[in-house]
């Protein structure tokens, strides 16, 4: 695999990254996303997820499937602040919305 | 060839039979803390953290340092733990984007003007140039801001922002490279006193040390709880955003004194902030993230700056706070327990007080010198009834 190669778009992390991430002692993907940033762009690991679980289970020797997704984060996808605010019932912020 | 990378992650294997002190909890005060006592010569300290390295609160707040307290004691801690921060990068070898683009707190009304000026003349007296400013000298730092909606601002240029997750792989690494050994995936079952030591009993096995340092924050009343031991601190949902990445427009952390909002820009561009969600008290420890948290915060943003109302909303998450009812932490050994020492209830705000709390904790479990916060902030304290509250918890 080309070491430029990029396997994460959004943040520009690399194979070789990854890499560096597993032999620095990152192993999990939990872990790897915070050391490269990974998965933490505006497509949230939805376009990356795959291809970097593969690297680092090439990296670590382990399997694959043995690998855990990290924890998705919402929103689905990226959304205006002003589309949020409109849900807020409350004129005062800080007030709990929930009931 | 370059040479290998220096390894900034936990182990995980089998624990040794026998330490000198185990740290509970791998977060950012308990990894400071075996750096702390290590780069001092104590020899054989372990870390046992129940997870991986940031996964925590240590790993999730807005990796705010701020010196805007209300106690002269915090603010002196404060503008220590800044120059050890601004020194970190040099010093550990690893980069952790400090910005130190100041502080500047909005507020409402004249009651919490009275609190903070009130608080300003205590830190300009120890020398931190906060000043008391008008809405339109605020909107001159932040021109973005609706001035108007605010009675008035408090503003420190040398407060900062970080990125917190580097400040544990330095602490982890340089820790590890002065013979501290750092188990991650390793969490804590059981806990015991025998004769003079403490046997920690955890999946990969037990290592008996005759001191332990409960460092696990909003985890610490439950490992207490394995000895018998009740704690009074308690946990709390905090969560947090960050958007899409901007152009770097905005120079200082941005808060609102009555409402607990608080926003910077990252090095990276993105807006990171949380707001005050009230909670019921609770023991259970919650991380799930709620629509209802990205309304208030995004009312609360578009308040404060209202073209933030374009802006994208990337993602959400929650930390733990670990609480206390005087907004003052839990240091020392715990009375009845000899060995058995806490290091919790930081508040929230422990991320930027470890480098220089743990300093002290370890100049005083090696016997070198002591530190007044180990008189204010002891356990007994909670049954005595007697420690200043501190007054300026955010979040």
């Known amino acids: 695999m080309p070491r430029k190669l990029i396997l994460c778009r959004c943040e520009d992390v690399t194979a070789d990254d990854v890499a560096h991430a597993v032999a620095t002692g990152f192993q999990s993907l939990e872990e790897v996303k915070r ?34 997704a990290f924890t998705a984060r919402a929103p689905l996808s990226p959304t205006e602040l002003k589309q949020f605010a409109a849900l807020a019932e409350e004129p005062e912020p800080g007030a709990a919305l929930s009931k | 060839m370059t040479s290998p990378p ?56 807005g990796g705010g340092l701020r010196q805007q307290w209300s106690t002269e004691m915090n603010i002196r801690l404060m503008q220590e733990s800044l120059e ?34 009130r608080n300003i003349a205590l830190q300009n007296r120890c020398d931190v140039p906060t000043r008391l400013i008008t809405t339109d000298e ?32 330095g602490y982890a690494g340089a820790a590890s490279r002065c013979g501290a050994r750092i188990y991650t995936d390793t969490a804590v079952t059981a806990l015991e006193r025998r004769g003079p030591d403490y046997v920690v009993t955890t999946g990969r096995g037990s290592v008996t040390a005759p001191r332990v340092v409960n460092a696990a924050g909003a985890w610490s ?25 901007l152009k770097p427009f905005l120079g200082p952390m941005v808060s609102v004194l009555e409402s607990g909002l608080y926003v910077s820009q990252s090095t990276r561009g993105e807006l990171v902030g949380g707001i005050t969600m009230h ?62 020492f806490l290091c919790c209830g930081f508040m929230g705000h422990g991320f930027m007080m470890a480098p220089v709390v743990a300093k002290y904790y370890a100049l ?32």
């Open chain 2, 138 to 169: 605020a909107r001159r730092i932040v021109p973005e801001l609706a001035a108007d909606r605010f009675l008035a601002a408090s503003y420190n240029p040398t407060d900062a922002v970080v990125f917190p997750w580097p400040f544990l792989w």
């Open chain 2, 279 to 340: 909670e019921p008290k609770t023991n259970e420890i919650k991380l799930g993230s709620r629509l209802s948290f990205l309304g208030a915060m995004a009312q609360g943003l578009v308040e404060v700056m209202p073209l933030l109302g374009e802006v994208k909303v990337v993602r959400q998450w929650a930390g733990p706070y670990d609480l206390t009812s005087d907004g003052n932490p839990i240091v020392g050994e715990a009375p009845g327990w000899p060995g058995f």
């Open chain 2, 6 to 61: 220096k390894r900034l992650a936990g182990v995980q294997g089998p624990l040794p039979a026998s330490a000198e002190l185990v740290i509970v909890g791998g977060g950012v005060m308990g990894l400071a803390l075996a750096y702390n006592l290590a780069v001092r010569g104590q020899k054989n300290v372990v870390v046992l953290e129940g997870s991986y390295l940031a996964s925590g609160a240590s790993g999730r707040n």
């Open chain 2, 84 to 117: 050890i921060c601004g020194a970190f990068a040099r010093d550990m070898g690893i980069n952790v984007w400090m910005r130190q683009g100041g502080y500047l707190f909005l507020m409402r009304t004249a009651e919490t003007r009275a609190q903070i000026e």
């Open chain 2, 364 to 395: 005083h479990l090696l016997g070198l010198e002591t530190h007044p916060l180990f008189e204010r902030w002891r356990l007994s304290r909670f049954a005595e009834g007697g420690t200043e509250a501190e007054g300026m918890i955010i979040g």
């Open chain 1, 35 to 68: 050391y490269t940033g990974f998965g933490t762009g505006p497509c949230q690991g939805k376009e990356c997820l795959v291809a970097i679980a593969l690297a680092v289970a090439r990296a670590t020797s382990l399997p694959v499937t043995s690998l855990r």
């Open chain 2, 221 to 245: 009343p439950r490992v207490a709880a394995l000895l018998g031991l009740t704690l009074p601190d308690w946990p709390a949902r905090h969560e947090i955003l960050s958007t899409e990445p």
